[in-house]
């Protein structure tokens, strides 16, 4: 008997996200151009929030962020981004199984 193969993108795609409209818990700083930890942001971002927009400018849509820490740990020194919890009942909800 073979085992079925389950994609990360299918098991993701079973969270939900709750956005909290006019309130993004993470905010791309202002710069004139983005500086390396910007740029790798939108590589190794799981959630793939972060973008380079048409002027060059790395930008993030917090919305489906899994809250994992990745851009908190790869730009704490830099200080690129400004980041904190969304407000209690808003952000991702994990559904295991």
């Known amino acids: 008997m073979r085992a079925s193969v389950v994609r990360i ?3 993701l795609y079973q969270n939900r ?3 909290d409209a006019g309130r993004p ?3 791309v700083r202002q710069h004139q151009s983005p500086s390396p930890n910007l740029l790798a942001l939108t590589v190794v971002c799981p959630a793939n929030c ?3 927009n048409e002027d060059g400018q790395v930008e993030v849509t917090a919305d489906g962020c ?3 820490g990745t ?3 790869l730009c704490e020194e830099s200080g690129d981004i ?3 919890y969304p407000r209690g009942g808003f952000g991702v909800l994990f559904k295991f199984g």
């Open 25 to 27: 818990h993470i905010k």
């Open 82 to 84: 400004d980041w904190s």
């Open 17 to 19: 996200y709750l956005v």
């Open 71 to 73: 851009c908190r740990v």
């Open 9 to 11: 993108e299918d098991k």
């Open 66 to 68: 899994m809250e994992c």
């Open 50 to 52: 972060y973008q380079v």
